[in-house]
């Protein structure tokens, strides 16, 4: 059964800096989108960084760019968003994605991490 486990998450100060990881495990065939997302209470999740498999594709949100760079270890099925600069509107439960095939399946499925907690405050 394939998990995604992620870390990093916790309170920083605005303009400070956190870096998120995110772990695939289990029987892994391929992985191929990793991202992103955060989520607010009372707003819709949002999409915060995608990264292709290759890395020639990534995607952020407007209100993260120049600040938020997503990368990827593919040897290692993780993720990660290095993350500065960061501002109070930051402050949210971010969550990974994987768009993956587990060993023998005949078609990709998505999976998601449980979510972190990252509060900007001072």
């Known amino acids: 059964q394939v998990q995604l486990v992620e870390s990093g998450g916790g309170l920083v100060q605005p303009g400070g800096s956190l870096t998120l990881s995110c772990a695939a495990s289990?029987?892994?065939?391929?992985?191929?989108?990793m991202g992103w997302y955060r989520k607010v209470p009372g707003k819709q999740r949002e999409a915060v960084a995608t990264?292709?498999?290759?890395?020639?594709?990534?995607n952020y949100a407007d209100s993260v760019k120049g600040r938020f760079t997503i990368s990827r270890d593919n040897a290692k099925n993780t993720v990660y968003l290095q993350m500065n600069s960061l501002k109070p509107e930051d402050a949210a439960v971010y969550y990974c994605?994987?768009?993956?095939?587990?060993?023998?399946?005949?078609?990709?499925?998505?999976?998601w991490g449980q979510g972190t907690q990252v509060t900007v405050s001072s």
């Open positions: 990264m292709s498999y290759d890395g020639g594709s990534t």
């Open positions: 289990g029987s892994i065939f391929s992985t191929d989108i």
């Open positions: 994605y994987m768009r993956l095939w587990p060993l023998g399946a005949f078609r990709p499925d998505d999976y």
